[in-house]
Nanobody
Framework: QVQLVESGGGLVQPGGSLRLSCAAS????????MSWVRQAPGEGLEWVSG????????YYADSVKGRFTISRDNAKNTLYLQMNNLKPEDTAVYYC??????????????WGQGAQVIVSS
């Protein structure tokens, strides 16, 4: 069965960095675009970043552009999100999600369980 397992979350001070990973299994990873979506406490879901199947096209929400970098290793079936210069407003549960095609369209069919990121001094 399809599984997406996030790791790398934690508590970090403002201005710090974290790298999230999402290990995919149960399906062929390379043909699918992937995205990161977050949910802050008491808020709805917010799309953060997406990457096409080959990794050559990446997209970011304005709120994270210039600070976050999405990448993927198709040989390792793993998606990454490098988060730099973190701000308290980045505090959220971060989910990786499989897109329904090879391009980023914000249509998801599978989700991970989420990784908690807390940015606080």
């Amino acid at each position: 069965q399809v599984q997406l397992v996030e790791s790398g979350g934690g508590l970090v001070q403002p201005g710090g960095s974290l790298r999230l990973s999402c290990a995919a299994s149960g399906f062929t990873f390379s043909p699918y675009a992937m995205s990161w979506v977050r949910q802050a406490p008491g808020e709805g879901l917010e799309w953060v970043s997406g990457i096409n199947s080959g990794g050559g096209a990446t997209y970011y929400a304005d709120s994270v552009k210039g600070r976050f970098t999405i990448s993927r290793d198709n040989a390792k079936n793993t998606l990454y999100l490098q988060m730099n210069n973190l701000k308290p407003e980045d505090t959220a549960v971060y989910y990786c999600a499989r897109e329904t095609s090879d391009y980023v369209g914000n249509k998801f069919d599978y989700w991970g369980q989420g990784a908690q990121v807390i940015v606080s001094s």
